[in-house]
Nanobody, 115 residues
Framework: QVQLVESGGGLVQPGGSLRLSCATS????????MGWYRQAPGKQRELVAG???????NYADSVKGRFSISRDNAKNTVYLQANSLKPEDTAVYYC?????????WGQGTQVTVSS
Protein backbone atom coordinates (compact mmCIF):
# COMPACT_ATOMS: atom_id res chain seq x y z
CA GLN A 1 0.00 0.00 0.00
CA VAL A 2 1.45 3.32 -1.10
CA GLN A 3 1.41 6.13 1.43
CA LEU A 4 2.55 9.73 1.18
CA VAL A 5 2.45 11.69 4.43
CA GLU A 6 3.12 15.43 4.45
CA SER A 7 4.25 17.42 7.46
CA GLY A 8 5.71 20.81 8.29
CA GLY A 9 2.85 23.11 7.41
CA GLY A 10 1.54 25.80 9.72
CA LEU A 11 1.06 29.49 10.29
CA VAL A 12 3.97 31.77 9.42
CA GLN A 13 4.39 35.52 9.10
CA PRO A 14 5.15 37.11 5.74
CA GLY A 15 8.87 36.82 5.02
CA GLY A 16 9.15 33.68 7.11
CA SER A 17 10.16 30.15 6.16
CA LEU A 18 8.82 26.64 6.38
CA ARG A 19 10.18 23.24 5.45
CA LEU A 20 7.63 20.75 4.21
CA SER A 21 8.38 17.04 4.24
CA CYS A 22 6.69 14.16 2.46
CA ALA A 23 7.55 10.71 3.76
CA THR A 24 6.63 7.82 1.50
CA SER A 25 6.23 4.09 1.85
CA UNK A 26 5.13 1.23 -0.34
CA UNK A 27 6.88 2.38 -3.51
CA UNK A 28 10.35 2.30 -5.05
CA UNK A 29 10.95 5.92 -4.17
CA UNK A 30 14.16 6.47 -6.12
CA UNK A 31 12.56 5.90 -9.53
CA UNK A 32 9.60 8.24 -9.04
CA UNK A 33 9.25 11.86 -10.04
CA MET A 34 8.35 13.63 -6.82
CA GLY A 35 6.91 17.04 -6.24
CA TRP A 36 4.48 19.44 -4.71
CA TYR A 37 1.24 21.02 -5.85
CA ARG A 38 -0.80 23.56 -3.95
CA GLN A 39 -4.41 24.64 -3.93
CA ALA A 40 -5.64 27.92 -2.54
CA PRO A 41 -9.31 28.50 -1.68
CA GLY A 42 -11.35 29.03 -4.83
CA LYS A 43 -8.41 28.29 -7.12
CA GLN A 44 -7.24 25.34 -9.17
CA ARG A 45 -4.46 23.10 -7.97
CA GLU A 46 -1.12 24.32 -9.36
CA LEU A 47 2.31 22.76 -9.65
CA VAL A 48 4.82 24.28 -7.24
CA ALA A 49 7.94 22.21 -7.82
CA GLY A 50 9.09 18.84 -9.08
CA UNK A 51 12.24 16.73 -8.93
CA UNK A 52 13.07 13.77 -11.14
CA UNK A 53 14.89 10.58 -10.28
CA UNK A 54 17.99 12.24 -11.77
CA UNK A 55 17.54 15.23 -9.45
CA UNK A 56 16.47 17.59 -12.22
CA UNK A 57 14.15 20.25 -10.78
CA ASN A 58 11.47 22.60 -12.04
CA TYR A 59 9.55 25.37 -10.33
CA ALA A 60 6.51 27.53 -10.85
CA ASP A 61 7.52 31.05 -11.84
CA SER A 62 5.80 32.38 -8.73
CA VAL A 63 8.17 30.51 -6.39
CA LYS A 64 11.48 30.57 -8.30
CA GLY A 65 14.28 31.90 -6.14
CA ARG A 66 12.23 31.43 -2.96
CA PHE A 67 11.42 27.70 -2.83
CA SER A 68 13.76 24.74 -3.13
CA ILE A 69 12.85 21.10 -3.64
CA SER A 70 15.10 18.21 -2.65
CA ARG A 71 14.88 14.48 -2.12
CA ASP A 72 16.56 11.94 0.12
CA ASN A 73 16.33 8.50 -1.45
CA ALA A 74 17.74 6.86 1.67
CA LYS A 75 14.81 8.23 3.68
CA ASN A 76 12.18 7.93 0.92
CA THR A 77 11.36 11.56 1.57
CA VAL A 78 10.97 14.71 -0.51
CA TYR A 79 11.28 18.21 0.94
CA LEU A 80 10.15 21.69 0.01
CA GLN A 81 12.05 24.55 1.59
CA ALA A 82 9.87 27.63 1.33
CA ASN A 83 11.53 30.97 2.09
CA SER A 84 10.40 34.58 1.87
CA LEU A 85 6.82 33.44 2.16
CA LYS A 86 4.04 35.72 0.95
CA PRO A 87 0.32 35.78 1.80
CA GLU A 88 -0.36 34.50 -1.72
CA ASP A 89 1.54 31.31 -0.85
CA THR A 90 -1.32 30.40 1.49
CA ALA A 91 -2.72 27.07 0.33
CA VAL A 92 -2.94 23.38 1.04
CA TYR A 93 0.28 21.80 -0.21
CA TYR A 94 0.07 18.30 -1.66
CA CYS A 95 2.93 15.93 -2.25
CA UNK A 96 2.82 13.62 -5.28
CA UNK A 97 4.76 10.67 -6.64
CA UNK A 98 4.57 10.00 -10.38
CA UNK A 99 5.81 7.17 -12.56
CA UNK A 100 4.62 7.09 -16.15
CA UNK A 101 0.80 7.42 -16.01
CA UNK A 102 0.49 6.56 -12.32
CA UNK A 103 0.29 9.28 -9.69
CA UNK A 104 -0.04 8.94 -5.94
CA TRP A 105 -1.06 11.83 -3.70
CA GLY A 106 -0.67 12.78 -0.10
CA GLN A 107 -3.46 14.19 2.06
CA GLY A 108 -2.06 17.71 2.08
CA THR A 109 -0.69 20.10 4.66
CA GLN A 110 -1.99 23.62 5.26
CA VAL A 111 0.36 26.57 4.89
CA THR A 112 -0.98 29.93 6.04
CA VAL A 113 1.05 33.09 5.60
CA SER A 114 -0.40 35.90 7.63
CA SER A 115 0.58 38.57 10.10
Amino acid sequence: QVQLVESGGGLVQPGGSLRLSCATSGLTFSIYVMGWYRQAPGKQRELVAGITSEYSTNYADSVKGRFSISRDNAKNTVYLQANSLKPEDTAVYYCYARLSSTTFWGQGTQVTVSS
